[in-house]
C-alpha cells in the first residue's frame, strides 16, 4: 500500500509508526510512506514528478527489504497522484482504489491529480465505492464497483456518552468533521426545526463552524472524539444525520458514516442516498431541513429493536462485501463494443415506419456495455417481411422477442404492452426506447448505476441530443394547470442525477417495482400524452423522475426552419390527450387556453396554405374528441399523412 509523501520530517501517521518508512499493516501487507527531499508543495505537478523522480530507487529497495525474497506483490494505491510511483514500483499487480473524485479537493492539485486518473486507466484492477465515480474515470473492463464497509461489531454494546445523552430528546447527530462538505445552512435550519431536541455535530474544521454565534441554541458543537470513543457518542444519538452538501462531489462518495450509524443499529436521515443497495433501504432522504426535522421525529418515534437488528444486520461486514461484488453487476465499466455484461433488463421498441431505423436502434441495444436480457420489438405495421425478422435476429439472436398485435395499438399501446411482458419475466427494469432513437454504449449501465443509488427514482431518463448534437431534452418542467410541458436543452455542467417534473417517452428506465405499483402507461391515449400521465400517476404515488446527465441518446427529431415539426397526426393526440387529462389531473378552464394556443403555433409554423388547413382540421378534431373524452387510435376523418412515433418536445 503506497501511503501519502511528506515533505521531509511532516508526517500525521501514529506516534508508534511515524519515521519508519516501511510500517505493518497486517498479515502479509505493509504500507509504504516515503519522505519528498526537496520541500516544494506537493500539489504541483513538476514538484511531484521532481521528488518522485529522486525517491524511486529507495522505494524500491524498501519494497524488496519488506518483502525479502518474494513474488514481487500487490501494489495499492489510493491517493491519484501516487499513481505514477505505483506504476514505478516492481509489482505483480497494480490496484488503484478510487475512494472519491479528488478532482474536487483543491489542495491536491488538480493537474496532479487528472495525472494520476490517466495513469489508473493502465492499472491491473480498478476500484471505486460509487458506480458513477466509476464511470467518470473511464477505465473500461478493469473497473469494479467495490462498497465501503466496517467492522459492525466494533461499533456495538457500548454504552451511551453520559454528556450527551442528558441533553433533551430527541438527539440527532453527525458524528465527523464539520468541513466543507457539511451544509452549516441546512444544519442551522434543520435544528430550527426541532426545537424541542438537540443537534450535535463536531468537530469543527471550517471557518463557519468555528464561529457557532450564528447557530441556533440547540446546536451542541464537540471536540475532537478519540475512534475508540466514537461508539458510545453514537450510541447516544436517537438518529443519525448525514448533512452534506448536494453536489457532484457528494455524487461521488459512499459516506463511511452511514455504515458506522447504522453498525450501531440507529436510524440515518441524510441528504445525499447511499450507492449501496443493502444499504439504500435503510437511508431516509430529506429534500430540505423541514422534511428532514419531520423525518427525523418519524424515525425517532417509531424506532423498534427489530429495525435496529435490521439496520445491523444490512451492514454486517459479511453481507457488505457481497454486496459490494454482486451490485455492481450490469453496471460494472465495461468497453462500448463488447457484450460483457447481461442486466435484469426487458428493453421495448415499438416497430412503425422504416425498418432500417428499428435495426438501428436494436444494433445500439445489442452493442452497448451493459445488454438488456430481452428485447421486445412490438410491431405496430403488421407481419414484417421475412428478411426483416432475420435481420433482427442477427442484431439480438435469443434475446429477441416480437410481438406483432392484431391492429396498430400506438406507442402507448406498445411500451403498455411491453411493461406487461416485462413485469411477466421478472425483469428488474424496463427500459423503453423509440425506434428513432439511439442510446449510446454505455447510456444503460449509467442509467442502471444512477437506479441503484437512487432507489426512489421510478423513472430515470438520459440526456437526449439531435443527429447534430443539440441538446433537445435535459429535463423538463410540467405546468400542473394548463397541463403544458416544455424541454429544458441545457444540461449544464453538473454530473450527478437530478429531479425532473416530467420525462419524456423517448427513452427512459422505469423501475419495475414502481410499474407494480402504479400500473403500466396508459394504453387509450394510443401516443402522446401516456408519458405525461404515467409521469404524474408515479409521483402522485411517491416516486422520482430523475435526469442522468451522463446518459445520453441520439434522437432524429424532424424540424422545420429549425423548429420541432408535428403532423396532423400528432397534433391531433396533443390536443386531445391533453383535453382528455384534464379531467383527472386539472380542469378544462386552465388546459383549453393552452392547448388552443399550442395547436396554433403549429399551424403557422407549417409552410403552405394546405399544409395549414391540414393542421386546423386536426386541431379541431382534437378539441372536439377531446371534449367528448375519445380514446383510442386516429379517427377516420383525419387520414395519417405521416404518423410519428417520437414524442412530446414543447408543448407549453
Keep these: 500500500m503506497v501511503d501519502s509523501p511528506r515533505p521531509l520530517g511532516r508526517g500525521s501517521r501514529p506516534g508508534a509508526l511515524r519515521g519508519r518508512a516501511v510500517a505493518p499493516v497486517a498479515a502479509k501487507t505493509v504500507a509504504i510512506r516515503h519522505r519528498y527531499p526537496v520541500p516544494l508543495p506537493t500539489r504541483w505537478l513538476a514538484a511531484r514528478r521532481l521528488n518522485d523522480l529522486l525517491v524511486r530507487r529507495r522505494l524500491a529497495a524498501d519494497v524488496q527489504r519488506a518483502f525479502p525474497g518474494a513474488a514481487p506483490p500487490v501494489v495499492w494505491v489510493a491517493d491519484p497522484r501516487l499513481m505514477a510511483v505505483g506504476q514505478d514500483l516492481p509489482h505483480r499487480l497494480l490496484v488503484f482504489d478510487a475512494i472519491d473524485d479528488w478532482r474536487f479537493h483543491r489542495w491536491a492539485g488538480l493537474a496532479a491529480v487528472e495525472d494520476g486518473y490517466q495513469r489508473a486507466q493502465s492499472a491491473d484492477l480498478v476500484f471505486a465505492v460509487n458506480a458513477e465515480l466509476l464511470g467518470r474515470l473511464h477505465v473500461g473492463e478493469r473497473g469494479m464497483v467495490l462498497f465501503n464497509a466496517v467492522d459492525a461489531g466494533r461499533w456495538q454494546g457500548f454504552d451511551p456518552n453520559p454528556l450527551v445523552a442528558r441533553l433533551p430528546h430527541p438527539i440527532v447527530g453527525y458524528a465527523g468533521s464539520l468541513q466543507w462538505r457539511v451544509d452549516p445552512a441546512f444544519v442551522a435550519a434543520f435544528a430550527r426545526r426541532l426545537p424541542q431536541g438537540s443537534v450535535v455535530?463536531?468537530?469543527?474544521?471550517?471557518?463557519?463552524?468555528?464561529?457557532?454565534t450564528g447557530l441556533p441554541g440547540n446546536v451542541h458543537l464537540v471536540g475532537a472524539v478519540p475512534h475508540e470513543r466514537m461508539a458510545a457518542l453514537l450510541a447516544a444519538f436517537d438518529v443519525c444525520l448525514v448533512p452534506h452538501v448536494v453536489d457532484d462531489f457528494t455524487a461521488s462518495m459512499d459516506p463511511l458514516k452511514f455504515y458506522e450509524y447504522l453498525a450501531t443499529g440507529k436510524p440515518v436521515v441524510s441528504t445525499v442516498p447511499s450507492p449501496n443497495p443493502r444499504l439504500a433501504p435503510f437511508i431516509r432522504i430529506a429534500d430540505d431541513p423541514g422534511e428532514a426535522a419531520g423525518l427525523s421525529m418519524s424515525e425517532w418515534l417509531g424506532d423498534t429493536p427489530e429495525l435496529c437488528r435490521q439496520r445491523q444486520s444490512a451492514v454486517a461486514m459479511g453481507d457488505v462485501a457481497g454486496t459490494g461484488r454482486d451490485g455492481c453487476r450490469g453496471v460494472r465499466a465495461l468497453p462500448g463494443a463488447a457484450i460483457t455484461e447481461t442486466a435484469s433488463v426487458t428493453a421495448v421498441v415499438a416497430h412503425y415506419g422504416p425498418v432500417a431505423a428499428t435495426l438501428e436502434t436494436a444494433g445500439s441495444l445489442m452493442s452497448a456495455a451493459v445488454v438488456p436480457e430481452r428485447l421486445l420489438v412490438v410491431d405496430n405495421?403488421?407481419?414484417?417481411?421475412?428478411?426483416?425478422?432475420?435481420?433482427?435476429?442477427?442484431?439480438?439472436?435469443?434475446?429477441?422477442?416480437?410481438?406483432?398485435?392484431?391492429?396498430?395499438?400506438?406507442?402507448?399501446?406498445?411500451?403498455?404492452?411491453?411493461?406487461?411482458?416485462?413485469?411477466?419475466?421478472?425483469?428488474?427494469?424496463?427500459w423503453l426506447v423509440n425506434n428513432d432513437a439511439l442510446p449510446d454504449a454505455r447510456c444503460l449501465e449509467l442509467l442502471l448505476a444512477a437506479g441503484e443509488r437512487y432507489p426512489q427514482a421510478g423513472l430515470l431518463t438520459p440526456i437526449i441530443v439531435d443527429p447534430d448534437g443539440r441538446c433537445w431534452y435535459a429535463g423538463g418542467a410540467l405546468d400542473r394547470r394548463t397541463l403544458g410541458v416544455r424541454h429544458f436543452d441545457d444540461p449544464g455542467v453538473g454530473r450527478a442525477p437530478f429531479e425532473t417534473e416530467f420525462v419524456t417517452g423517448c427513452a427512459f428506465l422505469a423501475r419495475a417495482t414502481a410499474v407494480r405499483?402504479?400500473?403500466?402507461?396508459?394504453?387509450s391515449l394510443f401516443m402522446y400524452y401516456e408519458d405525461v400521465e404515467w409521469g404524474l400517476r408515479l409521483q402522485s404515488n411517491g416516486w422520482r423522475a430523475l435526469v442522468v446527465p451522463l446518459a445520453k441518446v441520439v434522437h432524429h427529431?424532424?424540424?422545420?426552419?429549425?423548429?420541432?415539426?408535428?403532423?396532423?397526426?400528432?397534433?391531433?393526440?396533443?390536443?386531445?390527450?391533453?383535453?382528455?387529462?384534464?379531467?383527472?389531473?386539472?380542469?378544462?378552464?386552465?388546459?383549453?387556453?393552452?392547448?388552443?394556443?399550442?395547436?396554433?403555433?403549429?399551424?403557422?409554423?407549417?409552410?403552405?396554405?394546405?399544409?395549414?388547413?391540414?393542421?386546423?382540421?386536426?386541431?379541431?378534431?382534437?378539441?372536439?374528441?377531446?371534449f367528448r373524452g375519445t380514446r383510442g387510435p386516429l379517427p377516420g376523418a383525419l387520414a395519417p399523412t405521416e404518423v410519428e412515433t417520437s414524442e412530446i418536445p414543447d408543448a407549453s
Design 201 to 212: 455535530a463536531g468537530p469543527p474544521m471550517s471557518a463557519f463552524w468555528r464561529d457557532p
Design 381 to 430: 405495421q403488421g407481419d414484417p417481411a421475412a428478411e426483416s425478422l432475420e435481420r433482427l435476429e442477427a442484431v439480438a439472436g435469443p434475446r429477441l422477442h416480437v410481438l406483432t398485435p392484431p391492429h396498430n395499438v400506438g406507442y402507448a399501446g406498445a411500451i403498455t404492452e411491453g411493461c406487461r411482458r416485462g413485469i411477466e419475466a421478472s425483469s428488474s427494469w424496463i
Design 517 to 523: 405499483a402504479v400500473g403500466p402507461p396508459d394504453a
Design 557 to 626: 427529431v424532424h424540424h422545420i426552419r429549425g423548429q420541432r415539426r408535428f403532423s396532423p397526426a400528432a397534433v391531433y393526440f396533443m390536443t386531445r390527450n391533453r383535453l382528455v387529462l384534464a379531467a383527472g389531473y386539472s380542469s378544462l378552464r386552465f388546459v383549453l387556453p393552452g392547448a388552443v394556443a399550442w395547436g396554433l403555433r403549429q399551424i403557422v409554423k407549417e409552410p403552405g396554405v394546405r399544409g395549414r388547413l391540414g393542421m386546423l382540421k386536426a386541431l379541431a378534431l382534437g378539441l372536439r374528441d377531446g
